[in-house]
T-cell receptor
């Protein structure tokens, strides 16, 4: 599975959009980009995933570059409850998720 | 929906005892369930993958005789930590993928184990 690189931490003002970047330059053609988040002392929560097209759901939007070497998770209107560690994972058909340390997002009032 | 529950949410036990953790998919049948462990300030580490009715596949370095996994049905998997020691104290998290669906993993809330 491809390695991903994310900033260690980010800050965002409440009500503004949070844009979380992820680099996955070695991603292979059959690997999806998954985003999860983990609020302190809880299990991870699935957010969104995509292969090559941009995706949107009720939680977030996922923008994948045309070469698929990077992506951005967008939380359109961040709230205090969005404070969490966000993980970007490239995973193929073997279904194993390799977890890095993610980006710790702090949403400030 | 895709709701996964775990029981208990936390447990304290004495060294040398065994602890069983249950993982249930509440509103879907799970093809595969995964067990992870997370130490403080670290990321999730996959321990094993289990499919209903077959033996679990353990990751390198995870002792299968110490961490017993039973996947008895399409909605239930159990992890038993046998002869627990203080170094087994951790946050144990399960996940499940939907039968017939994509391979997205849905996670339980986790079980915090403290071995005294």
């Amino acid at each position: 599975d491809a390695k991903t690189t994310q900033p260690t931490s980010m800050d965002c003002a409440e009500g503004r959009a949070a844009n979380l970047p992820c680099n996955h330059s070695t991603i292979s053609g059959n690997e999806y980009v998954y985003w999860y988040r983990q609020i302190h002392s809880q299990g991870p929560q699935y957010i969104i995933h995509g292969l090559k097209n941009n995706e949107t759901n009720e939680m977030a939007s996922l923008i994948i570059t045309e070469d698929r070497k990077s992506s951005t998770l967008i939380l359109p209107h961040a709230t205090l409850r969005d404070t969490a560690v966000y993980y970007c994972i490239a995973a193929g058909n073997n279904r194993k998720l390799i977890w890095g340390l993610g980006t710790s997002l702090a949403v400030n009032p | 929906g895709a709701v996964v529950s775990q029981h208990p949410s936390w447990v304290i036990c004495k060294s040398g005892t065994s602890v069983k953790i249950e993982c249930r998919s509440l509103d879907f049948q799970a093809t595969t369930m995964f067990w992870y462990r997370q130490f403080p300030k670290q990321s999730l580490m996959l321990m094993a993958t289990s499919n209903e009715g077959s033996k679990a596949t353990y990751e390198q370095g995870v002792e299968k005789d110490k961490f017993l996994i039973n996947h008895a049905s399409l909605t239930l998997s159990t992890l038993t930590v046998t002869s627990a020691h203080p170094e087994d104290s951790s946050f144990y998290i399960c996940s499940a993928t939907k039968r017939g669906g994509q391979e997205t993993q849905y996670f339980g809330p986790g079980t915090r184990l403290l071995v005294l």
